[in-house]
């Protein structure tokens, strides 16, 4: 009997034993691969795997593929063997056992096809999760049963909520010490708003755990074999029989606070089926008014399989999410819903939410949302019109591809050579002129500078830059002008890390980072009057120019302008004259004399002066603004103003006070605080300078759950103590470098 034949009937045998029938009579591989592609849209689930970080989302995942027999081999995150788990196909990742990029691969499962993504769990690749979950239809919640809600699960949990994505919980690390189940569905309730409860208890926890017992069905469940693949179906241990039955009860009874039908079925005393527990469950969950828990231990093999039926059972396939498009009709913008029927008869329209640079070049990651997409069309980015031709497409085995001939709506799918930005839409058809709406891109929290060790690598380092901005819209990069060094700007230290690393990997650039300087200003405190001759005689013709006025600080909310204005009249300087005079004060302002910052905040008032028929020149009148300017420099009272940011904290609110003790000694001004469902969001204005080292600080102070974001709010003079101490270790400075030219000398 042919692999097809036993797929198509849904013949039960080990799937181990298929995997190896499949890679023995290799030409039945390619129909294994192709008869997964042709599914009807109710055997599609497009699923992402998101949690905390080491709460075993790789791990799970490596399960998944191993028992649908997507792999013959099984591979730990840190295993001995130095192979790594398959998602984790980057050396980094493989070193350090943690997941740095999402990666996606398909698998079948009981004629199923689950198309999945493994998402990181570090803060500082929260970016990947954002453009996974908004393609995906549903995710799989990994809690850790030791450590239970954690800071990033908050963050996943309020990822999921923005693109409505419903999800399973799945309770994993079972068989570790201090393992409590009811305590993590406990915090899932309180901590997250969830209406969770379990659809499994485990029998034995830490190193007793045996098997799991399935609420529903009232039965128990071992995995048995070398790998967890043999399941044997049992009757409840009798010490457990009245634990399961309460269980089930309180199932039903969440069921019924937020499902209409079930709730009909309590309240009168019918008898509640099974099926139409399971109907309930899959109506709410898809709703996100209730979240299944199932439990299980991955890396001892047991739990696994049934999570998989839960995906199958619980979550929607592409046909039960509604998609919109936004559509430009006349002066407005209206919404119009996806037809997610997988046949050609409607316009293509899929999203790009994802670039990865490949040794084939650009590979870019897409979801079809309508219609159907074949090789050799013609496809159009809404954001520019440019027309593209499909020149391959495949489909996705972390970093293995294997090519399809056509792709439909619900499908997950990559293409060589489109060049275009994360977010972008395409379409098959200019007239239809839809767009989809992109995935939330956080601001940046951390900015370095960085250099190239090597002035060498200056070519690799800039490819290599160009490349790692465009596929992670997390990450920039820009040359300030004001301190003379290239900053780069991420999600966190580890983030920064990861790309300074593979520079030096992927480009043979090894990096320094260092402490960006904070870019001061300086101003002028009370107006002061200039009048400053210039003239200059040393045989031909000779330098004159004469300029007065004023120079007077501008208002605060105005502190980061330069102005200059012209009040002459008459001819005592002509007006030809008059922008040289402006060129020569502006470029005095390039660098104060206080500190060597820029000069901000003042008007140049022109009021008058002299010229000579002959000797008058742009050249003399440039030298004579500069000089005026310098001579306000020295009569002048001057200060130092510094950048302040506008911060906003999110933390959990038992960190309220603690967060807002830090800020004060940092010398920030509390705006404004707000608390709801246990947290509390913190508005301050906050020095630039004082916030080096608060990302470490915060998520030391709230135990990993805080999260702050900052942006430029304005100018304001700094303290006296921070002025002095710059001003002196600018004169050392300039006293120092003077020195080395006259030893040079």
């Known amino acids: 009997m042919s692999i097809i034949t036993v797929l198509r009937h849904n013949i039960n045998f080990n799937t181990l034993s298929m995997y190896s029938y499949v890679c023995k009579n290799s030409r039945f591989l390619s129909s294994y691969i192709k008869f997964a592609e042709h599914k009807p849209i109710e055997k599609i689930r497009n699923i992402g795997i998101s949690a905390h970080i080491d709460s075993g989302k790789t791990t799970l995942t490596e399960r998944i593929l191993f028992y649908t027999g997507r792999i013959s081999q099984m591979h730990?995150?840190?295993?001995?063997?130095?192979?790594?788990?398959?998602?984790?196909?980057?050396?980094?990742?493989?070193?350090?056992?943690?997941?740095?990029?999402s990666a996606a691969t398909y698998t079948l499962w009981k004629d199923h096809n689950i198309n999945i993504i493994d998402t990181p769990g570090h803060v500082d690749f929260t970016v990947e999760v954002e453009r996974a979950l908004r393609v995906l239809d549903g995710a799989i919640l990994v809690l850790c049963a030791v450590g239970g809600v954690q800071s990033q699960t908050l963050t996943v949990n309020r990822?999921?909520?923005?693109?409505?994505?419903?999800?399973?919980?799945?309770?994993?690390?079972?068989?570790?010490?201090?393992?409590?189940?009811?305590?993590?569905?406990?915090?899932?309730?309180?901590?997250?708003?969830?209406?969770?409860?379990?659809?499994?208890?485990?029998?034995?926890?830490?190193?007793?755990?045996?098997?799991?017992?399935?609420?529903?069905?009232?039965?128990?469940?071992?995995?048995?074999?070398?790998?967890?693949?043999?399941?044997?179906?049992?009757?409840?241990?009798?010490?457990?029989?009245?634990?399961?039955?309460?269980?089930?009860?309180?199932?039903?009874?969440r069921l019924s606070n937020v499902d209409e039908k079930l709730g009909e079925m309590y309240i009168n005393d019918v008898k509640v089926q099974n099926e139409d527990i399971k109907n309930a469950i899959r109506r709410n969950c898809i709703k996100r008014k209730f979240t299944p828990v199932l439990l299980g231990t991955a890396l001892k093999n047991k739990g696994v399989q049934p999570l998989l039926d839960a995906v199958l059972d619980y979550l929607?396939?592409?046909?039960?999410?509604?998609?919109?498009?936004?559509?430009?009709?006349?002066?407005?913008?209206?919404?119009?819903?996806?037809?997610?029927?997988?046949?050609?008869?409607?316009?293509?329209?899929?999203?790009?939410?994802?670039?990865?640079?490949?040794?084939?070049?650009?590979?870019?990651?897409?979801?079809?949302?309508?219609?159907?997409?074949?090789?050799?069309?013609?496809?159009y980015n809404t954001r520019t019109n440019k027309k593209v031709r499909v020149q391959r497409v495949v489909r996705l085995h972390s970093n293995q591809m294997e090519d399809v001939n056509e792709v439909y709506a619900g499908d997950i799918f990559a293409l060589f050579g489109v060049d275009c930005a994360s977010g972008d839409t395409f379409i098959s058809n200019l007239n239809c002129s839809l767009s989809l709406e992109s995935m939330f891109v956080p601001d940046a929290v951390i900015s370095m500078s960085i250099q190239p060790r090597n002035s060498k690598d200056r070519d690799s380092f800039a490819k290599g830059i160009a490349r790692f901005t465009k596929e992670d819209p997390t990450l920039r990069f820009h040359y300030d002008v004001d301190i003379k060094e290239s900053i780069i700007s991420g999600m966190g230290e580890l983030h920064l890390e990861i790309y300074g690393q593979r520079l030096e990997r992927e480009y043979g650039c090894p990096v320094t980072f260092g402490k960006p300087k904070v870019s001061f200003r300086e101003t002028l405190m009370s107006s002061c009057e200039f009048d400053y001759l210039h003239k200059k005689q040393t045989g031909g013709a000779g330098q004159y120019g004469r300029v007065t006025g004023v120079i007077e600080p501008l208002p605060p909310h105005e502190n980061t302008k330069l102005e200059f204005v012209d009040k002459t009249v008459g001819t005592n300087i002509p007006k030809q004259y008059v922008p040289a005079v402006e060129r020569g004060f502006r470029s005095m302002c390039e660098c104060g004399h206080l500190t060597g910052h820029k000069v901000a905040g003042v008007k140049f008032i022109l009021k008058d002066g002299m010229h000579h028929c002959v000797d008058s020149s742009d050249y003399a009148f440039f030298l004579a603004a500069q000089g005026a300017v310098r001579d306000v420099y020295q009569q002048g009272a001057w200060r130092l103003l510094e950048p302040v940011m506008t911060v906003e904290v999110t933390a959990p609110s038992e960190f309220q006070g603690t967060v807002i003790s830090q800020i004060a000694k940092r010398s920030g001004i509390i705006l404004n605080t707000d608390t709801s469902d246990g947290w509390f969001a913190l508005e301050a204005e906050v020095p630039l300078n004082e916030m080096f080292g608060y990302t470490g600080e915060l998520r030391s102070l709230t135990q990993g759950k805080g999260e702050f974001t900052m942006e430029y709010a304005r100018y304001s003079p700094c303290q006296s103590a921070l002025e002095e101490e710059m001003i002196r270790q600018h004169q050392e400075s300039h006293n120092l470098n003077t020195n080395v030219r006259k030893r040079n000398q």
């Open 76 to 101: 730990e995150v840190k295993g001995k063997d130095n192979v790594g788990a398959t998602m984790d196909s980057m050396e980094l990742e493989r070193q350090r056992g943690i997941t740095i990029q």
């Open 159 to 253: 990822q999921m909520k923005r693109y409505n994505v419903p999800c399973l919980a799945f309770i994993n690390k079972l068989d570790r010490m201090g393992a409590n189940h009811k305590k993590v569905v406990q915090q899932l309730n309180a901590k997250m708003g969830h209406n969770a409860a379990f659809l499994q208890l485990p029998i034995g926890l830490e190193s007793n755990m045996k098997g799991i017992i399935d609420i529903i069905s009232q039965k128990a469940i071992y995995f048995e074999g070398e790998f967890g693949n043999q399941i044997r179906e049992d009757e409840i241990p009798s010490d457990m029989r009245s634990e399961a039955g309460n269980t089930r009860q309180e199932l039903i009874e």
């Open 316 to 379: 929607p396939n592409p046909g039960e999410v509604e998609n919109y498009a936004l559509q430009e009709r006349g002066d407005e913008t209206v919404k119009v819903l996806l037809d997610p029927k997988r046949t050609s008869g409607n316009p293509f329209v899929g999203l790009a939410f994802k670039l990865e640079a490949g040794k084939f070049g650009q590979l870019t990651y897409f979801r079809c949302y309508q219609g159907m997409l074949s090789k050799a069309d013609y496809i």
